[in-house]
């Protein structure tokens, strides 16, 4: 039969903020190892920006320095993404890809896809179909639209096929071919643990509580993020509360007058925002994780640590049903976090979901050679 990519398939691979460059990693490095079948360009919008919410990603992850950085910064949601397709067209046109391939469900991803939607170009789309059913959040949005437009959908888990499908997505466009950010976890996560870092923050093994917050519904009101202080207060009572701060939550604890008290609570280790391999490490150690980041909830699944989400909804459903997560609120939080706590005691076991087993990224790679 003959070959139908006689020339190399050029891919033009999008990342801008901090949850895409773990699902990127995999993706480059799966293409790469196709005996130069692919053609790879990398685009960083610059949506995140600073040493720690980048840079450090693309060391820890061996990422290749991006092709090209349109260097966007932060700003409204409306500014940051018309700066994003006004800064990626010619990009774009310029590199003539065959694919452009996005991962997850911030703005970069789906202003990137609206740009190649419109001049043709065809959109793959890693993490397609999760959705919260709720559009309050930017990030629901983000993946409503990048679906409707994006030629290949490609899916970690069943309930996003079927999302899909309820959406009347053809069945020909998507393809369930796992969870990527598994396949960086499994890769690295010896090394995260070589690096004790739970040692370095002088906290105990499976004895403290790994916290993070950033989602708006949760730190940019004023009486939201006093209750999750005082939440937090409370339980450092019991055991000591690692919480690395991203620079929203920062910001916001700063602007409501928060951020001195709670980092003179005793047990409270407010540190900088962390990279790839200490985040893991503190996860895997941790008695329990308390969080309101996606990543987070799948990556606790896997290593089968309790993970408490401080949401009233979840895009992936799957970390519940089959996976260590729970939905909290600040009222039921001391209780779940009981309840957590002996769950990690008591060792239970739990399992995985299918194709959460490290080899997501090659049956991507699959896909675009047969697409
Ligand atoms: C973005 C994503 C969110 C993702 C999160 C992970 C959208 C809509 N949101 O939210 O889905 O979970 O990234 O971090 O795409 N800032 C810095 N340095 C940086 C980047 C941001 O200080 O490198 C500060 C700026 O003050 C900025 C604020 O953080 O205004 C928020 O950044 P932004 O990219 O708008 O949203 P995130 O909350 O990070």
């Not at 006689?6 to 990693?25: E, S, Y």
């Not at 010619?90 to 997850?104: E, F, K, N, R, Y």
């Not at 740009?115 to 990030?139: I, N, Q, T, Y």
Request: charged share 25%.
């Amino acid at each position: 039969m003959a070959d139908p990519h006689p020339r190399p398939i050029k891919v033009l691979h999008v990342v801008g903020a901090r949850p895409n460059f773990m699902k990127v990693a995999p993706v480059m490095r799966a293409l790469a190892a196709r005996g130069g079948r692919f053609e790879q360009r990398l685009v960083h919008t610059g949506q995140h920006y600073d040493q720690a919410m980048s840079q450090v990603f693309f060391e820890e992850l061996e990422i290749t320095p991006p092709d090209e950085n349109l260097e966007v910064g932060s700003g409204s949601h409306a500014w940051q993404t018309a700066q994003i397709m006004m800064r990626f067209e010619p990009v774009l046109t310029d590199a003539a890809p065959d694919w452009v391939i996005v991962v997850g469900d911030v703005n970069s991803t789906m202003a990137c896809t609206l740009v190649a939607s419109k001049v043709g170009a065809r959109v793959a789309h890693v993490e397609a179909g999760l959705r919260s059913f709720d559009r309050d959040m930017p990030e629901e949005i983000n993946r409503l639209v990048t679906d409707a437009l994006a030629n290949l959908l490609l899916t970690p888990s069943p309930d996003a096929d079927e999302n899909l499908r309820r959406e009347g997505i053809p069945p020909e466009r998507i393809r369930q071919v796992g969870n990527v950010m598994i396949d960086t976890l499994c890769r690295n996560l010896e090394r995260a643990r070589a690096r004790h870092v739970h040692r370095r923050l002088g906290v105990p093994p499976r004895g403290f509580v790994y916290v993070t917050l950033h989602r708006p519904s949760n730190v940019d009101g004023r009486e939201s993020l006093r209750a999750i202080a005082d939440c937090l207060s409370g339980t450092a009572e019991r055991r000591p509360v690692v919480f690395p701060v991203h620079p929203r939550t920062r910001q916001r604890l700063a602007d409501f007058g928060l951020l001195a008290g709670l980092e003179s609570r005793a047990g409270m280790r407010l540190i900088e925002p962390v990279g790839y391999l200490d985040s893991i490490g503190l996860a895997d150690q941790a008695s329990c994780v308390l969080t309101d980041s996606g990543g987070l909830q799948e990556e606790t699944t896997f290593l089968r640590v309790p993970c408490l989400t401080l949401r009233p909804n979840t895009e992936r459903p799957v970390t519940i049903t089959q996976g260590s997560n729970h939905l909290t609120t600040l009222a039921t939080l001391p209780a779940d976090l009981d309840e957590a706590l002996h769950r990690r005691e008591s060792g239970e076991t739990l399992p995985c979901p299918p194709l959460w087993d490290g080899r997501a990224a090659e049956r991507i790679a699959d896909v675009l050679l047969e697409a």
